[in-house]
C-alpha cells in the first residue's frame, strides 16, 4: 500500500506568503522562505507552491522565486500559478520544481495536460481542482465555469493528469473539515491519487480525508495558525493503522 502523503500548501500573493477563508479576505503569513525552511525540519513528506494571483494578473511564474525555494527546499516541489504552456512547464521544472499544477489551463486548454503529460511525464502533472457549490471555479474562485467536479476529474486524467489537488472553496480555511461527499465522489470516479485540501483543522480531519479514498492531505491553515505539525500528523495517522512516511 502506498504511503499516505502530509503536504503543507504555501499560497503566494505580491510579495508574501497569505491564507484566507473561502479563498478570501487573504490574511498575510510571513515569508514563503521562512516557511520553507521551517517545514525542512518538520519531515514533510512534499511542498505545494501556488502563486494564486499570477493567471488574474496575466503573468508567467516568477521563475526567480521558484529557483530561490528551490534551492532551500529539501523535499519534493509542486508549483503552480500562471502556467499556460509546455514551455513554461519547462522553465519551471529547470529551476527546481518536481511537479506543476495547472488550474484555469486545465479547463481553458485541456490538450495543454497531454502536452505536458507527453513531454515531461504524468508524474509531473498536478491538476488542481477547486469546487465551490458543488462546480468547479478557476482564477482563485473567481470564474465559475459550470463544470462538474467528477467529469472534469475524469476528462484531465484522460489527458494524461498524474495527480489531482482537489479543494474544497467553501471549506478553505474554516478548519472545519475537508468536503468527504467531494473527495469520495471524485476519488471512485478516477484512478490516479487524489490529494484533499481545504478544511483541515484536525489530524482526526485528515484521517477521515483517507477513509473518503484520498491519496494524500494538503493543508495550510492548521499549520499556520496552530501548534499542530505535520509530523505530528503523520503519527497520528501512522498509531490510526495508515501507513506513513516517518
Same mark, same amino acid.
Given at each position: 500500500?502506498l &504511503?499516505?502523503?502530509?503536504?503543507?500548501?504555501?499560497l503566494h500573493k505580491?510579495v508574501?506568503?497569505?491564507?484566507?477563508?473561502?479563498?478570501d479576505?487573504w490574511?498575510r503569513?510571513?515569508?514563503?522562505?521562512q516557511?520553507?525552511?521551517?517545514y525542512n525540519?518538520?519531515?514533510?513528506?512534499? =511542498?505545494?507552491?501556488?502563486?494564486i494571483? /499570477?493567471t488574474?494578473?496575466g503573468?508567467e511564474p516568477?521563475?526567480?522565486?521558484?529557483d530561490?525555494i528551490?534551492?532551500?527546499?529539501f523535499?519534493? =516541489?509542486?508549483v503552480g500559478?500562471?502556467?499556460?504552456?509546455?514551455?513554461?512547464v519547462?522553465?519551471?521544472l &529547470?529551476?527546481g520544481?518536481d511537479?506543476v /499544477?495547472?488550474n484555469t489551463?486545465a *479547463?481553458d486548454?485541456l490538450?495543454?495536460?497531454?502536452a505536458?503529460?507527453?513531454?515531461f511525464?504524468? %508524474?509531473?502533472?498536478v491538476v488542481?481542482i477547486d *469546487?465551490e457549490?458543488?462546480?468547479?471555479v478557476v482564477?482563485?474562485?473567481t470564474? %465559475?465555469?459550470?463544470?462538474d467536479p *467528477?467529469e472534469?476529474a475524469? #476528462?484531465?486524467?484522460?489527458?494524461g493528469a498524474g495527480?489531482?489537488?482537489?479543494? #474544497? *472553496?467553501?471549506?478553505d480555511?474554516?478548519?472545519t473539515?475537508?468536503?468527504?461527499?467531494?473527495?469520495s465522489?471524485v476519488?471512485r470516479?478516477?484512478?490516479?491519487p487524489v490529494?484533499? #485540501?481545504?478544511?483541515a483543522?484536525?489530524?482526526e480531519h485528515?484521517?477521515?480525508?483517507?477513509g473518503a479514498?484520498? #491519496?494524500a492531505v494538503a493543508?495550510?491553515s492548521?499549520?499556520?495558525?496552530?501548534?499542530?505539525?505535520?509530523?505530528?500528523?503523520?503519527?497520528?495517522l501512522?498509531?490510526?493503522?495508515?501507513?506513513?512516511?516517518?
Amino acid at each position: 500500500m502506498l &504511503k499516505l502523503r502530509v503536504m503543507p500548501t504555501l499560497l503566494h500573493k505580491d510579495v508574501g506568503l497569505v491564507k484566507g477563508i473561502r479563498f478570501d479576505s487573504w490574511r498575510r503569513v510571513g515569508s514563503v522562505m521562512q516557511a520553507v525552511k521551517v517545514y525542512n525540519l518538520r519531515e514533510v513528506d512534499e =511542498l505545494v507552491f501556488l502563486d494564486i494571483s /499570477a493567471t488574474q494578473e496575466g503573468r508567467e511564474p516568477d521563475y526567480e522565486l521558484i529557483d530561490d525555494i528551490a534551492d532551500e527546499c529539501f523535499m519534493p =516541489l509542486t508549483v503552480g500559478g500562471g502556467i499556460r504552456s509546455a514551455e513554461q512547464v519547462e522553465r519551471v521544472l &529547470k529551476v527546481g520544481a518536481d511537479k506543476v /499544477a495547472v488550474n484555469t489551463a486545465a *479547463v481553458d486548454d485541456l490538450p495543454l495536460v497531454s502536452a505536458i503529460a507527453e513531454t515531461f511525464g504524468s %508524474q509531473c502533472v498536478v491538476v488542481s481542482i477547486d *469546487v465551490e457549490g458543488g462546480k468547479v471555479v478557476v482564477e482563485s474562485g473567481t470564474r %465559475q465555469t459550470g463544470l462538474d467536479p *467528477v467529469e472534469h476529474a475524469r #476528462s484531465v486524467e484522460a489527458a494524461g493528469a498524474g495527480e489531482l489537488l482537489l479543494t #474544497s *472553496v467553501d471549506r478553505d480555511g474554516t478548519m472545519t473539515g475537508y468536503d468527504l461527499d467531494l473527495i469520495s465522489h471524485v476519488a471512485r470516479a478516477v484512478n490516479i491519487p487524489v490529494i484533499a #485540501s481545504g478544511g483541515a483543522g484536525t489530524y482526526e480531519h485528515m484521517a477521515e480525508a483517507i477513509g473518503a479514498g484520498a #491519496s494524500a492531505v494538503a493543508a495550510a491553515s492548521i499549520f499556520h495558525f496552530t501548534e499542530q505539525t505535520p509530523l505530528e500528523a503523520k503519527r497520528f495517522l501512522h498509531e490510526r493503522g495508515i501507513p506513513t512516511r516517518l
